[in-house]
Structures are given as structure tokens and as C-alpha cells.
């Protein structure tokens, strides 16, 4: 079936550092892409999507470029804040029993 | 505003009690869901709905039944032959089709066995 790959562990950087979380995915057909976004204690928003290939998300200040040539959907950030530290989700949609696929996210944490 | 509610925010049972969690959403979403999430597991779906009186199993359906009797509401049963329930619940809603839908969600009620 379909599924989501993030890169593994949580990610730990400097304010004003560049932030890249990578995602791969597995998928039939033609997947709708999604970053979502978890703060402590509550529930996920969506941050950025794209629909089709080189199609680009963006969304305060993140973006995300649907590569179909090498199955990914990398997020990136130039210059983090505090305020960006929280949980990122990649999902895509799986045509077949229209549900969405989550990969297993990563802590992202920004220090001062 | 609209929005998803789920309650409560904080459950605990003891074990070999079922227990039902809370979704309603005004969003006049056809689609509803709902998420298991553990720390390291990502999020795992339970049990989603596309319409009134229709539901399908995910990934994790074992020990949790729902139903789907309005539109507004999903609630999920967490019965006691789920054998692991500690977790946090999330639930969410979409309009029907997610490939170019997002699905919203709820803050989650965080589920404890005593």
C-alpha cells in the first residue's frame, strides 16, 4: 500500500538555523502531498500542501516541492524560531480508500 | 467558528471499562476519522466514515467500535478488549474526497488506563 518515510529521530537546532526535514514516499498513481503540524498538547494543522508533480507549498515561511522523480516532499525552512518548535507530519492521500498516510513525524526543537 | 471539539480533554478508566470518546464537528464534513497517535508511531487510524451510517475499519480497529448516526458526530468506543489503550485520540474530519482536501483536527483527548 501506500506509505510515508521521515527521516528518523528528532532535530535540534539553533534560532535563525536552516531547517530540513526529508520525506519520501511509496505510492500508486498520483498522491496528493501534505506537511502537517503538531504543538505541544493539541491537535494537527495543516501546514502546506501540493496536488501535483513540481507543484510548491508554502506556508509561513516553509516549503515543500513535489518531486516526482524522486518520490519526495522535503520540508524546508530558512530561518527557524522558537516558535517553530513542534511535531511535523508528511501524509499523502491514498486514492484507493480515500484516507491519508502519515509518516511518523519528527520533534523538531529550536534553541535561543 | 467552526471547528472540531472533542471531550474530554483528559480520560482515565480502569481497566476492563469501556469507555466513549467525544467528536463533533460543524464543518458539514461528509468525512470523519479517527487516530490512535503513540510516541515514535505517528499517527495510526482506527475507524473512518464517509457518510452517515457508514463506516470502515483502519489500520488498529481491534477493542474500538463507533458509530455514525448524524453527520456532526463520530464517537469512539474504546472497549475493554483493547489491550493497550493508553494513548492520545485524535479525531479529524474532511470533505469527502482528501487527495486535494485537508483533514481538520481536534485537539485530541488523552486517554490514561489506570
Known amino acids: 500500500g501506500d506509505s510515508v518515510t521521515q527521516m528518523e529521530g528528532p532535530v535540534t537546532l539553533s534560532e535563525e538555523a536552516f531547517l530540513t526535514i526529508n520525506c519520501t514516499y511509496t505510492?500508486?498513481?498520483?498522491?496528493?502531498l501534505f506537511w502537517y503540524v503538531q504543538y505541544p498538547g493539541e491537535g494537527l494543522q495543516l501546514l502546506l500542501k501540493?496536488?501535483?508533480?513540481?507543484d510548491k507549498g508554502s506556508n509561513k515561511g516553509f516549503e515543500a516541492t513535489y518531486r516526482k522523480e524522486t518520490t519526495s516532499f522535503h520540508l524546508e525552512k530558512g530561518s527557524v524560531q522558537v516558535s517553530d518548535s513542534a511535531v511535523y507530519f508528511c501524509?499523502?492521500?491514498?486514492?484507493?480508500?480515500?484516507?491519508?498516510?502519515f509518516g511518523k513525524g519528527n520533534q523538531v526543537v529550536v534553541i535561543p | 467558528d467552526g471547528g472540531i471539539t472533542q471531550s474530554p480533554k483528559y480520560l482515565f478508566r480502569k481497566e476492563g471499562q469501556n469507555v466513549t470518546l467525544s467528536c463533533e464537528q460543524n464543518?458539514?464534513?461528509?468525512?470523519m476519522y479517527w487516530y490512535r497517535q503513540d510516541p515514535g508511531q505517528g499517527l495510526r487510524l482506527i475507524y473512518y466514515?464517509?457518510?452517515?451510517?457508514?463506516?470502515q475499519k483502519g489500520d488498529i480497529a481491534e477493542g474500538y467500535s463507533v458509530s455514525r448516526e448524524k453527520k456532526e458526530s463520530f464517537p469512539l468506543t474504546v472497549t475493554s478488549a483493547q489491550k493497550n489503550p493508553t494513548a492520545f485520540y485524535l479525531c479529524?474530519?474532511?470533505?469527502?474526497?482528501?487527495?486535494?482536501?485537508?483533514?481538520?483536527f481536534g485537539p485530541g483527548t488523552r486517554l490514561t488506563v489506570l
Open positions: 479529524a474530519s474532511s470533505l469527502r474526497d482528501v487527495s486535494y482536501n485537508e483533514q481538520f
Open positions: 501524509a499523502l492521500s491514498d486514492y484507493g480508500n480515500n484516507r491519508l498516510a
Open positions: 501540493a496536488t501535483k508533480a513540481d
Open positions: 466514515s464517509q457518510i452517515v451510517n457508514d463506516f
Open positions: 505510492a500508486t498513481g498520483y498522491p496528493s
Open positions: 464543518l458539514n464534513h461528509d468525512a
